[in-house]
């Protein structure tokens, strides 16, 4: 069946502008994830989502970051004001129901803030 | 948080030899320790995963071991083989996240 879907493959925007990601994930599946990865590093947790509410998002680093999972399928995340920094790997995984199952990630979004 | 560490963070070996990669976890609570493998510009994608009611488990030429009381898990690669090159990363679970380490890149020489 389909797996995790993300787009944009590749965004590249300036700084200061607004971005959004998008993540569709695997059908029937109602946790939803997104991690962000930067080189030579391991996926870092941002948000996770069961169902359309986030159950954790400790993960955002300030409130420039923002996700939605409105229907409880696509998810997308927001980013304002981008920085520099920001510039990363955005992944998103989804699993079936949360906890300990496991995650089928997205080939990610790479994000390139100039 | 859990406090994750993966050691070593490069490993070279030649082809047909074994592999292991070591994770170090700080909370006691976790329960569910996964490896994951992404090759270069790829997903990572879960290749073998223990639960803390078992000491190991194999599939076959991959295996992890865990030690609940010491709090670390294995990555074994047996036979390792070219196609095996790509970074590794534990992921051990702790209420509602898994934290990743930092990962292992595996060289395999032919």
């Known amino acids: 069946g389909a797996g995790v879907s993300q ?8 700084k200061g502008k607004y971005v959004e990601l998008r993540c569709d994930p695997i059908s029937g599946h109602t946790a ?13 947790f941002l948000i996770y989502f069961q169902g359309t509410g986030a159950a ?11 996700a939605v999972r409105p229907e409880g399928s696509v998810s997308t995340l927001k980013i304002q004001r981008t920085e520099r920094g920001d510039s990363a790997v955005y992944l998103c995984a989804s699993s079936l129901k949360g906890g300990t199952s496991p995650l089928h990630f997205g080939n990610g979004t790479r994000l ?3 | 948080g859990e406090n994750v560490e993966q ?23 976790s329960n569910y320790f996964p490896w ?9 994608q879960l290749i073998i995963d223990i639960r803390s009611n078992v000491g190991e488990k194999k599939d076959q030429r991959i295996a992890v071991t865990l030690n609940k009381t010491a709090k670390h898990f294995s990555l074994h690669i047996t036979e390792t083989q070219p196609e095996d090159s790509a970074v590794y990363f534990c992921a051990p679970w702790d209420f509602n996240k898994f934290y990743f380490g930092s990962g292992t890149k595996l060289n395999v020489k032919p």
Do not use: M
């Open chain 1, 56 to 66: 954790d998002d400790s993960g955002l680093p300030n409130d420039r970051f923002f």
């Open chain 1, 112 to 114: 390139t803030v100039t």
């Open chain 1, 7 to 14: 787009t944009p493959s590749n965004k590249v925007t300036e």
């Open chain 2, 7 to 29: 050691h070593p963070s490069t490993l070279s070996v030649q082809e047909g030899d074994s592999a292991v990669i070591k994770c170090t976890y700080s909370d006691s609570a």
């Open chain 2, 36 to 44: 994951y493998k992404q090759e270069l510009g790829k997903r990572p």
């Open chain 1, 32 to 44: 939803l994830y997104w991690y962000r990865q930067s080189l030579g590093q391991g996926p870092e």
